[in-house]
């Protein structure tokens, strides 16, 4: 499966951006899809995921309460919805997608399909 990643951009401290992750494939409801980022001189870091059917969410502790992940399987897309955006979520956003998934939903290594990323910044 090919992902796109969009919705990036550059906001002020206390703005949101909605990110899409787009996937080419109709059976794109049979994957469990993550949003991770890399702030720059860092390692990539887990922000969000969904399970197959929307049923099940997780958020990481700094983005919990700020942003939002949905994702919408007629549009073959998720969203990650971000409010309440600070200078520390200045990053590259990467969408990553696996069917069955082999691990817990907010590593990484889970994910063995990946779209390009979207910068997002955040200015103070």
């Known amino acids: 499966v090919q992902l796109q990643a969009s919705g990036g951009g550059t906001v002020q401290v206390g703005g949101s951006l909605r990110l899409s992750c787009t996937a080419s494939t109709t059976t794109f409801t049979n994957y469990a899809v993550g949003w991770f980022r890399q702030a720059p001189g860092k390692e990539r870091e887990f922000v969000a995921a969904i399970n197959w059917n929307g049923v099940s969410t997780y958020l990481a502790d700094s983005v919990r309460g700020r942003f939002t992940i949905s994702r919408d399987n007629a549009e073959n897309t998720v969203y990650l919805q971000m409010n309440s955006l600070k200078p520390e979520d200045t990053a590259v956003y990467y969408c990553?997608?696996?069917?069955?998934?082999?691990?817990?939903?907010?590593?990484?290594?889970?994910?063995?399909?990946w779209g390009r990323g979207t910068l997002v910044t955040v200015s103070s």
């Open positions: 990553g997608a696996e069917r069955v998934p082999g691990g817990w939903l907010g590593y990484e290594k889970t994910y063995h399909n």
